[in-house]
T-cell receptor
Framework: GAVVSQHPSWVICKSGTSVKIECRSL??????MFWYRQFPKQSLMLMAT?????????EQGVEKDKFLINHASLTLSTLTVTSAHPEDSSFYIC???????????????FGEGSRLTVL | AQSVTQLDSQVPVFEEAPVELRCNYS??????LFWYVQYPNQGLQLLLK??????LVKGINGFEAEFNKSQTSFHLRKPSVHISDTAEYFC???????????????FGTGTQLKVEL
């Protein structure tokens, strides 16, 4: 199946710094990518929908100035956690939608996740 | 808007025993249903999905699920589990792409399957 890669897998940063997480679709083009946040032993909460070449659509309650999303190309979306604080510590997962050229309904593929720890 | 309920947060089961993980959903429009598995500190892997057609869906690793529209359920089953099936399982729902759902998934809270010897 298609592969979605996230980098870094683990990141530890000091409070007040910014952290960038990359999400790449390695063997397909993804016009839409999704960013999720997962707290320990909880479900995934959709943060935002990232569309190539346009502004991201954020879910209610997600601070767009805090979580900057850029989808500059069909294979790369980035999530930047600005001025990170300990409460931003979490597991961030991206997914990318693959649409087959021959039509069909497409499928979502998930990255391996990025664990952010803010000290 | 859709919602997903996974009533069982943890399901312990002995190896080679059958297992059923329950999932109920609510939606005012037609939906697609998914089951994902997550191993520790990893992303999600699709087990199976229901889009249309046969209500019994077979997935990877010997798992299957049955879509029951009248009961709004999509329970996951495996006739004989293995130690390696120990993981977190998430049920998810999305609006159908025909209605513009676009793969925006709503996840349940997850069920931790623990297979014991």
């Amino acid at each position: 199946g298609a592969v979605v890669s996230q980098h870094p897998s683990w990141v530890i940063c000091k409070s007040g710094t910014s952290v960038k997480i990359e999400c790449r679709s390695l063997d397909f083009q993804a016009t839409t990518m999704f960013w999720y946040r997962q707290f320990p032993k909880q479900s995934l909460m959709l943060m935002a929908t990232s569309n190539e070449g346009s502004k991201a659509t954020y879910e209610q309650g997600v601070e767009k100035d805090k979580f900057l999303i850029n989808h500059a190309s069909l294979t790369l979306s980035t999530l930047t956690v600005t001025s990170a604080h300990p409460e931003d510590s979490s597991f961030y997962i991206c997914s990318a939608r693959w649409l087959p050229q021959a039509g069909g309904t497409g499928e979502l593929f998930f990255g391996e996740g990025s664990r952010l720890t803010v000290l | 808007a859709q919602s997903v309920t996974q009533l069982d947060s943890q399901v312990p089961v002995f190896e080679e025993a059958p297992v059923e993980l329950r999932c109920n959903y609510s939606s005012s429009v037609s939906v697609y249903l998914f089951w994902y598995v997550q191993y520790p500190n990893q992303g999600l892997q699709l087990l199976l999905k229901y889009l249309s057609g046969s209500t019994l869906v077979k997935g990877i690793n010997g798992f299957e699920a049955e879509f029951n529209k009248s009961q709004t359920s999509f329970h996951l089953r495996k006739p004989s589990v293995h130690i390696s099936d120990t993981a977190e399982y998430f049920c998810a729902v999305s609006e159908s792409w025909v209605t513009g759902g676009g793969n925006k998934l709503t996840f349940g809270t997850g069920t931790q399957l623990k297979v014991e010897l």
